[in-house]
């Protein structure tokens, strides 16, 4: 398969796998793809809950300027299986504070 710079595509992995109940898969970009050709994850990271019975699947994305032809047995994306924390969500009306309070982005640090 052959991703033009700025495709879209679903890699098949050629396997299904079942994830305990309670974890999750997460997918993430490799680094080395990322940095060397742009070839990243358009939902980095990506789910896979516990009850998908399906091949596994990566979407990848060519962000770099020259095609990129992922072949057979490549390494395209890695894999992290974790237990997922179930909150109890709770709505309040005012937050507590904290010292970094409303910053945005670029805010953390100080």
């Known amino acids: ?3 033009a710079p700025g495709d ?7 396997f299904a796998m079942a994830i305990p109940h309670g974890f999750e898969a997460q997918v993430r970009p490799r680094s080395g793809l990322s940095t060397k050709f742009g ?3 358009p939902n980095a990271p990506g789910t ?6 399906g091949e596994m699947m990566v979407p990848l994305i060519n962000l770099g300027r020259a095609a990129f032809t992922v072949e057979h047995g490549m390494r395209v994306a890695q ?3 974790a237990p997922v924390a179930r909150a109890l969500v709770r709505e ?10 409303q910053g945005g982005f670029g805010s953390t640090g100080r």
Request: net charge negative.
């Open 1 to 3: 398969m052959t991703l």
């Open 79 to 81: 894999m992290v299986v």
């Open 8 to 14: 879209i595509a679903m890699v098949p992995c050629g």
């Open 39 to 41: 070839i990243s994850m």
């Open 48 to 53: 896979v809950d516990s009850d998908y019975r």
């Open 92 to 101: 309040v009306d005012e937050l507590d504070g904290t010292e970094r309070g």
